[in-house]
């Protein structure tokens, strides 16, 4: 009698924690082969490295993982989704990185009262509700690229951008910034996809312009910068950093040099926050991370924070997003606290890119404390001196 | 005799084959697909998916046999069809608002006039090249989806398309997967219907022996390019399955990685058997789906699996399967 | 005047990088009447190999030649053990020549990793080289006179030796040139893994321009298929004369028509076909 008593009262005392130890489901849902491969698991990377240096919890609870592959291919992120959260039933999701899988997936989420985290920057995405962003809106980066150069005192600018979706808007809101800092467009090239020599492209700029804005990614923005050094053009380079991202400056060397923008993040962010986060990164997978890991390390960090105010609670959706909303965080890229639509409102770095020791990387020159992510003149501190 | 047949060696034609054994066998066909769905229906929704996107799948390559295993056109460019119908009929109902009844319908003529436009290119060219320029043609398609955005959403795709409404609304998995089994079952007989007619058989005559066919008074031109029209037509069915499946429609439906993959599902089924194409997008989408789960290597998987069946059934896994069948049923039971 | 002058030289530049990447195909296809779907896989293998080993040893001719060498191996181990029992077999051959892309694509993500690669030109053919009142990249320039050698090269080999003499009567009559007593199957292998040399050889050549990513053996494919198909299968002039065309028209057409570039490559494959039906050179 007295030993089942003591047992009762065990499980009395032990239930609570039990309840608390119980794993919380992960799903990762993002582009882990194709052409994005090296990008989704960027992001994968980010975000296991924010679980193995906090004992693999979020908010006091084990996780579980489940991770997918989209393929890079919207169809199958749409099954993968309901797959995580049908069949797996994951509590919470960490969404895609490709623009065109994060449209797909939206609804179907939403549908599900899905807390997700992705990366996708398109503006469409993020709904205000359950889907939260941690890298930046395309409409207002692409307004920040093209009013950078205008502030600079630059006048006529070229733009390039690869035609389709994101790089259309690009060159919409770069033209927006550029003309409202006071400058004017003079020329828009808009080359495919893939385009395989960037040769006609870059013999046809015009003398008029003073300065290029450019937005280019993976195998083009390769092609798209050496083929612009060989043609010893000495027009100055502005535009979205991942045209010169981290992971493209080895295969560009030299031919980088030059190129400015901002972005939210660098390995080269000189903060006590990032210097360890970079550390750890470099020990875990023998690489620098780029932006897209750090997003996907702000991802635990944004799920940590909201499982710790919830007492690491994930039925109570409404009130997972709500701590996840309310979340203030001091991540490798800065101070960092989400806007109404669910948008990361965290500092930009003005960087160019230079040779230091022999190493050729983005160099910070600036920063922007507070960008709200609006496509609107930004906020700019007094003393940023930009390049020209 | 057709070389991909050769290859299986000698099957002596028993009386198995029979017509009569034929219609049966199709019966149990059906009867077999009313049975998946219905165990299919009892389990989880994500299982269902999956089924529903075997069946699509299967019928996609079915369409894409005609031409491949019956006509002797191998094309690479079939997402065409299955894109083209996909989009317009989503255009239909986003943009003008068409009812289901209209846009699918519209879908279809879509894809069938597209079938028509390039096989009047396609079709001139000398054998080896059907391949190339399909996969061309289908490439101009995919390149006009990606940027004109205004139309086609971009890489973005459409969204949001309401699927059809059949006395009820087929919202939930299984009610959905009941109404693509029924568009597979009416299809697939179809197309059973065609290869077995008179039709049917002068394709395979003009697979084998063009020029004999030519002299024999076919105008073999034309019977290609009906078989091509009806190739487009069972495609672009599929495409709008699959686009109610999710309510949405995207390049990668008319990319060249998706004709890719139907033809290999057709080559790995067995080419000029029709069925044999269910194998094929089964091992598919259990590929994609569920060996993807376990290692990021599954794409090695999938080149690997695809480079044993081609050394060690080149004939297809549905002759290589009724071979090994046929082998057992004599070891067990002698000759009958 | 320079707008004509360097439009041209870009494209001359381009297509010699066709061209390397596209005799192989079509050579390929002319003897042992196969479409290499893995075609891609070779340029992007030997694009790797090079990296590599320019990267240990700095020596951009040491890249070239082990990728060359080491590629010609694996086409003529694919060939010899796997193609071979496929012979004449157009599905199957399709299925497993599919497949291997598939695995090579993998294989290549897997050693190398995803991030976009180029490979290094040689220092001296780095920076612009001016010249009629324009600056143009060395490289290029370099490329053109390397392509029209490898044509001369190919054509030498071809037309003026016994082995090429034996290639040419067995596009014609395979039967024939195994009644003569000649070892047919060590022709092909031969054959597909000088092929697979050459694809491998564009990788090197082509890489510091197209450079090296998942896709890019997707992407030069296509372009090896498009100009393969203009010039005639199996017609090694035919590809010379394609590459011009589709190079100058790509460029020209994106100069002219930049709203167009989308299609500047395959508008002239439709035209050709729908005026040649087995392309400029191709027999019917």
């Known amino acids: 009698m007295r030993r089942l008593l003591a047992a009762v009262l065990l499980t009395a005392i032990l239930s609570p924690v039990a309840l608390a130890q119980a794993p919380i489901k992960v799903g990762i849902l993002t582009e882990l082969s194709g052409p994005l491969g090296p990008s989704g698991s960027g992001q994968r990377d980010g975000f296991l490295l924010y679980l193995k240096k906090n004992d693999n919890r979020l908010g006091g609870r084990p996780v579980q993982l489940v991770i997918e592959d989209t393929a890079g291919d919207p169809q199958v992120a749409i099954t993968k989704a309901k797959k995580l959260a049908e069949s797996d039933k994951v509590d919470v999701l960490v969404g895609p990185l490709l623009s065109a899988n994060g449209a797909a997936v939206k609804n179907y989420l939403v549908s599900q009262h899905m807390p997700t985290v992705l990366e996708a920057t398109v503006d469409e995405v993020t709904d205000g509700k359950y889907i939260f962003r941690t890298s930046f809106s395309g409409n207002a980066d692409s307004y920040l690229q093209g009013y950078l150069p205008g502030h600079a005192g630059y006048r006529k600018a070229l733009l390039v951008a690869p035609n389709f979706n994101a790089g259309q808007t690009a060159i919409d809101y770069f033209e927006k910034g550029f003309v409202a800092a006071g400058g004017t467009v003079v020329q828009k090239l808009m080359p495919r996809l893939g385009t395989p020599d960037f040769g006609a492209v870059i013999s046809q700029f015009s003398d008029k312009a003073d300065v290029g804005i450019i937005f280019m990614a993976g195998g083009d923005a390769i092609r798209f910068m050496k083929t612009f050094a060989d043609y010893g053009s000495k027009l100055p380079l502005y535009g979205f950093t991942a045209t010169v991202d981290e992971t493209l400056l080895p295969a560009q060397g030299k031919a980088a040099l030059g190129f400015s923008g901002a972005g939210f993040y660098f390995s080269t962010i000189d903060s006590p926050a990032n210097r360890q986060f970079v550390a750890d990164y470099r020990e875990a997978y023998k690489q620098n991370p780029a932006w897209f890991s750090a997003g996907g390390y702000i991802a635990g960090q944004v799920l940590g924070a909201a499982l710790t105010t919830t007492n690491g609670k994930s039925d109570d959706r409404d009130a997972l997003v709500a701590a996840m909303k309310a979340v203030r965080l001091t991540t490798p890229a800065g101070s960092f606290r989400f806007d109404a639509n669910n948008n990361p409102i965290q500092p930009r770095y003005v960087m160019q890119i230079r040779e230091v020791d022999s190493k050729i990387q983005p160099v910070v020159l600036g920063m922007i404390p507070e960008f709200m992510p609006l496509a609107e003149p930004p906020a700019l501190p007094a003393q940023l001196v930009l390049p020209h | ?336 | ?284």
């Open chain 3, 1 to 284: 005047m320079s707008f004509w002058l360097i439009n041209a030289l870009n494209g001359l530049s381009f297509a010699m990088v066709l061209f390397v990447l596209s005799a192989g195909l079509t050579l390929v296809f002319g003897l042992l009447r196969i479409i290499n779907m893995a075609h891609g896989s070779f340029y992007l293998l030997g694009g790797y190999i090079a990296l590599s080993v320019i990267q240990a040893s700095d020596h951009f001719m040491l890249g070239m030649a082990s990728a060359c060498v080491a590629v010609m191996l694996l086409g003529a181990a694919m060939q010899r053990w796997t193609l071979a029992r496929l012979h004449k077999q157009e599905l199957p051959q399709s299925l497993l020549t599919l497949g291997f892309l598939f695995m090579f694509a993998d294989l290549a993500f897997w050693i190398w990793g995803g991030n976009p690669q180029l490979v290094p030109k040689p220092a001296v053919l780095e920076g612009a080289i001016r010249f009629a009142g324009i600056a143009y990249p060395a490289y290029r320039l370099a490329l053109i006179g390397i392509g029209v050698l490898v044509a001369v090269l190919l054509w030498a080999l071809l037309e003026g030796t016994r082995i090429g003499a034996v290639v040419r009567a067995g596009m014609d009559d395979e039967e024939m040139v195994r009644a003569m007593g000649i070892n047919i199957p060590l022709v092909f292998t031969a054959v597909f893994a000088f092929g697979a040399g050459l694809a491998a050889m564009g990788g090197v050549l082509g890489g510091p321009l197209l450079g090296l990513f998942p896709g890019a053996d997707f992407e030069v494919a296509m372009l090896a298929f498009v100009v393969v198909t203009v010039g005639g299968l199996g017609s090694i002039r035919g590809a010379f004369i394609a590459s011009l065309l589709v190079g100058l028209a790509d460029n020209f057409g994106t100069a002219w028509f930049p709203q167009l570039s989308l299609f500047t490559a395959i508008i002239p494959m439709v035209i050709v076909l729908a005026l040649r039906p087995s392309g400029l050179m191709g027999r019917a």
């Open chain 2, 1 to 336: 005799m057709n070389p991909h047949l050769e290859a299986t060696g000698t099957r002596v034609r028993r009386p198995l084959w029979t017509d009569r054994s034929r219609t049966i066998r199709l019966l149990a066909a059906v009867a077999g697909i009313v049975l998946v769905v219905l165990a299919a229906s009892t389990l989880g929704s994500y299982p269902v998916e999956l089924i529903t996107q075997v069946l699509i799948y299967a019928l996609f390559a079915m369409s894409l046999d005609l031409l491949v295993g019956y006509t002797g056109l191998p094309s690479l460019g079939h997402s065409a069809y299955f894109g083209v119908a996909a989009y317009a009929a989503a255009l239909c109902s986003l943009k003008l608002g068409l009812p289901f009844w209209c846009a699918a319908p519209v879908g279809l003529l879509a894809a069938v006039v597209t079938a028509l436009l390039f096989n009047l290119i396609a079709l001139r060219t000398a054998r080896g090249y059907y391949l190339m320029i399909t996969l061309a043609l289908a490439q101009v398609l995919w390149s006009i989806a990606v940027s004109w955005t205004d139309l086609t959403g971009g890489d973005n795709g459409l969204s949001g398309i309401a699927r059809p409404v059949i006395g009820r609304p087929l919202e939930g998995a299984a009610s959905y997967l009941w109404f693509v089994a029924l568009v597979f079952t009416v299809s697939a007989m179809a197309m059973w219907r065609i290869v077995r007619s008179p039709f049917g058989q002068a394709l395979k005559g003009i697979r084998e022996n063009e020029p004999r066919m030519r002299a024999l008074g076919y105008e073999t031109w034309r019977y290609k390019l009906v078989a091509s029209l009806l190739a487009a037509l069972f495609a672009g069915i599929a495409g709008e399955c699959f686009l109610y499946l999710n309510g949405f429609v995207g390049p990668s439906s008319l990319a060249v990685a998706l004709s890719a993959q139907v033809l290999l599902m057709v080559l790995m089924g067995a080419a000029g058997t029709l069925f044999g194409s269910m194998i094929g997008a089964a091992v598919f989408v259990v590929l994609q789906n569920i060996v993807s789960s376990y290692t990021d290597r599954w794409l090695f998987v999938m080149g690997a699996i695809y480079v044993l069946f081609a050394l060690y059934a080149p004939a297809g896994a549905l002759p290589w399967l009724r071979e090994r069948w046929a082998r057992y049923r004599n070891s067990v039971g002698g000759n009958t």
